[in-house]
């Protein structure tokens, strides 16, 4: 099992930054892709951004150019940098790992973008 802790979400001005952290624990060896994912109300949750073991990245076409995923694979860590926000980008955000082909999920983390 991969336990996954989640931190840094909040309430951010539109035009702000926000960076999220998750970190993993447990069975942590043979991670392969670690990704953060949002929910808005009403919506379905959707990918936002995945990294790979290698370091390939792949963004939502809505936060290319403001969000950032990156990783430490030394510290079983996952980030998502997320600058100029807009209040679209209100949901809670989930972090996901893929071990050995199983998926795991932390406990979210509220992102609220609003005036």
């Known amino acids: 099992q991969v336990q996954l802790v989640e931190s840094g979400g909040g309430l951010v001005q539109p035009g702000g930054s926000l960076r999220l952290s998750c970190v993993a624990s447990?069975?942590?060896?043979?991670?392969?892709?670690m990704a953060w994912y949002r929910q808005a109300p009403g919506k379905q949750r959707e990918l936002v951004a995945i990294?790979?073991?290698?370091?390939?990245?792949n963004y939502l076409d809505s936060v290319k150019g403001r969000f950032t995923i990156s990783r430490d694979n030394a510290q079983k860590a996952v980030y998502l940098q997320m600058n100029s926000l807009k209040p679209e980008d209100t949901a809670a955000y989930y972090c996901?790992?893929?071990?050995?082909?199983?998926?795991?999920w932390g406990q979210g983390t509220q992102v609220t973008v609003s005036s």
């Open positions: 996901n790992v893929v071990r050995l082909a199983m998926a795991f």
């Open positions: 447990g069975s942590t060896f043979g991670i392969n892709a």
């Open positions: 990294i790979t073991a290698d370091g390939r990245t």
